[in-house]
């Protein structure tokens, strides 16, 4: 399955808005979430990969932008779908609240949750998550590490992009012993959690090297005893009522 973005089209000569890729060509991106430059977007991509549909197509961090967004992009990718280019719709983004505007005011078939339905962070499932479930929109579930403080909560490592402050890298080391006293790694949890929500039905990591995939292959295949989620909400380290595999 294959999944791509809208909402930034990459133009010589347009300042740059982060870091590049080594080795990228000289192009950044312009964020563009009109109709024109939706299709535009969409064309370049299937031109650059050789493809003639998409699977996924999500509009991207549309914090900003949410008008045009869903008056221009969400109906041009609502076209897109009818006459077959793409199957399905989706928005990716870090935020819960904005994605529970979309589900209630058009037809998508999936969200990517960024960073919102962690084992640090459960803020999707006060109102995106249930609201999903209802509504029959598909969670992908993203950035399950928070930026690898779940992965390795030791000083030094990130959150949300950024160097964690101190506070989160206890509050994950809290975590990460929960988990070794019932036998259990961290990352294992981390990445087992989100998979416990009705709505969540794919959970996505990044890998830099085959060990990492394997590694995470085996995190997802690891047993997780009842009494590791138990003793986790029994901290309030886990929201109370949220739904564990």
């Known amino acids: ?3 791509t973005k809208v909402g930034r089209l990459l133009r010589a000569g347009a300042p740059p808005q982060s870091e590049t890729f080594p080795d990228a060509p000289p192009l950044n991106p312009v964020f563009d979430f009109s109709y024109d430059g939706v299709m535009r977007s969409v064309e370049e991509s299937v031109a650059r990969l050789g493809i003639e549909r ?3 197509l999500h509009i991207h961090d549309p914090d900003d932008h949410f008008a045009e967004a869903l008056s221009e992009a969400y109906p ?3 076209r897109l779908r009818a006459e077959g280019t793409i199957t399905a719709v989706g928005a ?3 935020q819960a609240e904005m994605l529970a505007r979309f589900a209630r005011e058009a037809n998508f078939d999936c969200f990517l949750l ?3 339905y962690t084992l640090l962070d459960q803020v999707g499932l006060k109102e995106l998550l249930p609201l999903c479930a209802e509504r029959g929109i598909a969670i992908i579930a993203g950035g399950v590490f928070n930026s690898g403080i779940l992965a390795d909560p030791t000083p030094g490592t990130h959150y949300n992009y950024k160097a964690a402050p101190d506070e989160l890298v206890q509050l994950a080391g809290r975590i990460k012993a929960v ?3 019932h036998g259990v790694s961290q990352k294992a949890a981390a990445i ?3 998979l416990g929500h009705p709505a969540v039905q794919t959970v996505l990591t990044g890998c830099r090297s085959v060990d ?3 590694e995470n292959v085996e995190a997802f295949q690891a047993p997780i005893p009842p009494a590791a989620w138990d003793e986790l909400k029994a901290d309030g380290l886990l929201v109370a009522d949220a739904p564990v595999p």
């Open 92 to 94: 990716g983004m870090n």
């Open 114 to 116: 960024a960073g919102r």
């Open 192 to 194: 087992q959690f989100p």
């Open 1 to 3: 399955m294959l999944a």
């Open 179 to 181: 988990c070794e006293r």
């Open 54 to 56: 998409i699977d996924i």
């Open 212 to 214: 990492e995939l394997n």
């Open 76 to 78: 041009a990718l609502d």
